[in-house]
C-alpha cells in the first residue's frame, strides 16, 4: 500500500484516479421523490452527516450512485460502498418557521444515515 | 497575514522537521513536493472554472451537458484533477440562488476554483452559510429577491459543487474570450453575481 | 463526533473577513505543508477520512485558534505517529536538530 512519493507519481495522481464513487452493483433503498428522515446518531467517531441534518425530514432529490462510506473508512472498516443521495431540505425543517419559506438546502446522505418518512403533504 | 512573525518561523520549523523526515525515510522525493506546490500555485485556480462558465454561456449543448454530467464536461475541457473527481455544476437563474459551503470542514472544487480563500474556510462563513444564507449573501453585497429559492449546498461528502453564474444583460454581443473576465472565483461559489460588463 | 468542526448553525463567530487579491499560499511553508500532506495521502500512510477525522480530533480551543494549513500540519504530525511512521520523539528530536542547526 504505502510506495515512495515521487514527481512522476504526482503527475500520474492529478487525475481522476482519486474517485470515492465504487463500481458495484448495489441496491438503493431510495429514489428521486422518496421522502426520508435523517437518523439521529451521535457517534464518537467520524461521520459527514453534521448535526443539524439529524432528525430532519427531507426529499430524496438525486441518487449519485454507490460511493464509499467516510464513517467506515475513517476507522479502518472498510469501504462499506452504498448508494449517496442530494437531499433536500426546506429552511423552515432546519431552521424553524423564521426561515424564508422558499428557500432550502442540498446535502449528500449515505443510505446509513437515512430512514424512510412518509411526509403528511 | 494572520499570524505573527514569530509563530510562522516556529510552523516553518515543524514543516522542515516533518519533511526532512519524509524524504530521509524515502517515503518522498524532493522533486514531488515542487509538483505539487507548482499545481496548486500556477495550474489550478478560478481561470479554469471560469473558462468553463464562460463556455457554457456560449455554447448552449455545452452547457446542457455541464449540468447534466458536469464531471464528463469539465474534464473535456482538460480540467481533471484532485477534488473535483465527482463535479456537479448548479445554475443560477432569475428564480433559483445557488450557493456552496463546506459546513465539516473546507471542500472545495480544487480542479476548477483552486485553493478555497481564507473567508470560505472561516468559523464565520461555514456555521452562517447553511442556517442564514441571505444574510452571508448581503454581507457580500448580494441582495436576492424574496420571490427567489435561495439554495444552500453543503458539500459534506466527496462530489464538489460549482456554481454556474447567471449571463449578465447586455453581453449578448461578448465572445467567450471577453465573457471570461466577467467570471468571479466569488460568482461561482455562489456569493456574488457575475461582473457586469 | 459531536465537535467544534460541525460548525453549521453556529453563532457568534462574527463577520466574514475577506482579503483583496488574496495569494494562494500566505507564507511558503503552507504550500509545503499541504504538499507534505497530500503526499502522505497519495501514498497511502493515511486515508482522506482518517485525515479528517485527527483534525476533527483537535482540542476545540487549539482547532479555532490555528489557520488552515497549520490544521493540516499538525493533523498530519498527529496521523503519522499513530500509525507508526513517525514517532513523536522522533519528531521532537529533529525539531530541537534543526532549531540548533539554525540559530
Known sequence: MTRVITRKVVQGLYKRTGT?????????????????????????????????I??????????????????????????????????????QELWGAGAPARDSLYIDLWDDYLEPHDADA | MTADAHGDADVALRVRALESLLLEKGLVESPAIDEIID???????????ARVVARAWSDPEFKAR??????????????????????????????VHNLVVCTLCSCFPWATLGLPPVWYKSAPYRSRA??????????????????????VWDSNAELRYMVLPERPAGTDAMGEDELLALVT???????TRALAP | MNGIHDMGGMHGFGPIVREADEPVFHHEWEGKALALARIALAGGLFNLDEFRHVMERMPPVQYLSISYYERWLE?????????????ADEFTARLTALAEAGS
Open chain 1, 20 to 52: 470515492a464513487r465504487v463500481d458495484a452493483d448495489i441496491a438503493a433503498s431510495f429514489k428521486a421523490g422518496d421522502g426520508i428522515r435523517a437518523r439521529n446518531i451521535n457517534p464518537t467517531g467520524h461521520t459527514r452527516l453534521p448535526r443539524y
Open chain 1, 54 to 91: 439529524r432528525g430532519k425530514q427531507g426529499q430524496i432529490a438525486k441518487d449519485h450512485g454507490v460511493f464509499q462510506f467516510a464513517d467506515s473508512l475513517a476507522h479502518g472498516g472498510g469501504k462499506q460502498p452504498q448508494h449517496l443521495y442530494s437531499v433536500r431540505f426546506t429552511a
Open chain 2, 39 to 49: 499545481l496548486f500555485e500556477n495550474r489550478l485556480g478560478p481561470q479554469n472554472g
Open chain 2, 66 to 95: 455541464l449540468l447534466a454530467n458536469a464531471t464528463d464536461a469539465i474534464v473535456e475541457m482538460g480540467y481533471e484533477a484532485v477534488q473535483g473527481e465527482d463535479m456537479v455544476v448548479v445554475e443560477n437563474t432569475p428564480r
Open chain 2, 130 to 151: 447553511a442556517s442564514d444564507p441571505r444574510g452571508v449573501l448581503l454581507e457580500f453585497g448580494t441582495a436576492v429577491a424574496d420571490e427567489a429559492e435561495v439554495r
Open chain 2, 185 to 191: 472565483r466569488d460568482s461561482m461559489i455562489g456569493v
Open chain 3, 75 to 87: 493533523g498530519a504530525i498527529a496521523l503519522l505517529a499513530e500509525k507508526g511512521v513517525i514517532s
